[in-house]
């Protein structure tokens, strides 16, 4: 099982961008789909993005496409989130997801069965 570890986060203004970054330990990193989900404060946790074991397949929430691009790198035990074009509402704590299905792009966060602490994300208007 891995562990994970988000970085990256900060205060941004709208319109700004930042990239998180998500490193797991141990080996078997590549036997994992990765997941971003987030959590604002008072509301629900929602899905954000997810990428399959290899990279090759991803998918957004319909309110990040063409903002943010997830990516991983197998070598490095990093999965990434950039986010472009913030706005206040993306203010949240941010979270990457371990899934053992490694094949399947998950929205359901009882999918995932590793869960970093997570990175907070403020966006100032």
């Known amino acids: 099982q891995v562990q994970l570890v988000e970085s990256g986060g900060g205060l941004v203004q709208a319109g700004g961008s930042l990239r998180l970054s998500c490193i797991a330990s141990?080996?078997?990193?590549?036997?994992?789909?990765m997941g971003w989900f987030r959590q604002a404060p008072g509301k629900e946790g929602e899905f954000v993005a997810a990428?399959?074991?290899?990279?090759?397949?991803?998918d957004y929430a319909d309110f990040v496409k063409g903002r943010f691009t997830i990516s991983r790198d197998n070598a490095k035990n990093t999965v990434y989130l950039q986010m472009n074009s913030l706005k206040p509402e993306d203010t949240a704590v941010y979270y990457c997801?371990?899934?053992?299905?490694?094949?399947?792009?998950?929205?359901?966060?009882?999918?995932?069965?590793?869960w970093g602490q997570g990175t907070q994300v403020t966006v100032s208007s």
């Open positions: 141990g080996r078997t990193f590549s036997s994992y789909a």
């Open positions: 990428i399959n074991w290899s990279g090759s397949s991803k």
């Open positions: 997801a371990a899934s053992p299905t490694a094949y399947r792009l998950d929205h359901n966060r009882y999918e995932y069965t590793t």
